[in-house]
């Protein structure tokens, strides 16, 4: 997909389901129906954006295999034996997103490891953006994952698998952002605002014109990665429910269904904050990717690395009810182009 020129002639559902279908694709290379799976470094955090890619990960792999995975595990949370008594065999998924690399240091560590310690399983890397900045952290990446005789690595745009290839001697394959799994949404609320701006406020955000944006008449300002009060006291719910279960099996299908709970329910809350707006202004991946699954026209912004237009590039450019923007005025602008 992609195309090539300006034109954006593309409606979401058609941007949607061709990416879903690739996703399925590429998925289905690793896993069969009825088989066993895990998904580890479930994102147990504010950020919707990775929520969604998981709950696109797991619609995926649900379809392909007609079950929920065997074991999830936050990074936190992880416990190899675990894994092994509850999948002692089948395909074990890496969460995808945008942190392969040095910029979230944690998660790069932690899947390393995962590939000294599983050595013995099919290890598959759902899609990822990769950014390094240090050449030392590049060395360690090439010694854990060029050693792994079973390792099989998604990115989702052009710049990540010429990275991988000629400076991590891997063999990627180029697939959608995994939320596009979930597939079109109908919005959860109407918009009460005429714009939401969700904008970042982490370590990749950019420094816009706030005079321009906070200029936007019936405007709302948001970022989605703090949590409520209200989902706090779920997640401690949930964490005694995980300390009740008892046996392997049992402990493992609970924490399961607790994970998938979060997500849907951090997702929603995301959906919400969007849907809000009639339009939206975004420089979150996500907030462009779920601008589109719930058919929201919107314009984006990049971060602080060109993740967004890198994605944009490779799958979304022809998007009809999206535009891309250089700067705050420039976003003003367009926004009074996209939707009507």
């Known amino acids: 997909m992609g195309g090539h020129g300006n034109e954006t002639s593309r409606s979401a ?9 690739l996703l399925l694709t590429e998925f289905g290379k690793h896993v069969s129906r009825g088989q066993p799976y895990a998904i580890i470094d479930f994102p147990d955090h504010g950020n919707v954006g990775d929520s969604a890619i998981y709950l696109g990960e797991l619609s995926v792999l649900r379809e392909l295999t007609g079950r929920d995975p065997s074991y999830v595990a936050s990074l936190a949370r992880f416990d190899a034996d675990a894994l092994r008594r509850a999948a002692p065999t089948g395909p074990i998924f890496l969460h995808g997103g945008g942190n392969f690399g040095d910029v979230w240091p944690r998660h790069q560590q932690f899947r390393e490891k995962m590939a000294r310690i599983f050595t013995d399983r099919r290890l598959v890397q759902a899609p990822q953006s990769i950014q390094f900045q240090d050449d030392a952290a590049i060395q360690q990446c090439i010694d854990s994952f060029g050693a792994h005789p079973d390792f099989h690595l998604m990115v989702r745009d052009r710049h990540s698998v010429t990275f991988a290839q000629e400076r991590l001697g891997l063999s990627p394959t180029l697939v959608p952002d995994a939320a596009f799994g979930i597939g079109l949404l109908p919005r959860p609320v109407s918009p009460s605002h005429d714009v939401v701006m969700l904008l970042r406020t982490d370590k990749e955000k950019v420094n816009l014109d706030a005079s321009t944006l906070q200029s936007i008449p019936n405007a709302r300002e948001a ?11 779920w997640q401690r719910r949930f964490a005694n429910l995980r300390a009740i279960a008892t046996g392997a099996v049992t402990k493992s299908k609970r924490q399961v269904s607790v994970y998938n709970y979060l997500a849907n329910q951090r997702f ?6 969007l849907s809000d707006g009639r339009k939206v202004i975004t420089d979150r991946l996500h907030g462009h990717i779920m601008c589109t699954l719930l058919d929201i026209p919107h314009v984006y912004l990049d971060n602080s690395y060109g993740k967004i237009g890198r994605y944009a590039d490779a799958w979304t450019k022809e998007l009809r009810i999206a535009r891309q923007a250089t700067s705050a005025p420039q976003a003003v602008e367009l926004l009074n182009q996209v939707g009507n």
């Open 223 to 233: 970022d989605w990665r703090a949590e409520s009060p209200k989902s706090r006291t």
């Open 268 to 273: 929603d809350r995301g959906a919400r904050v």
């Open 13 to 21: 559902e058609s941007v949607i389901a061709a990416q879903r279908a």
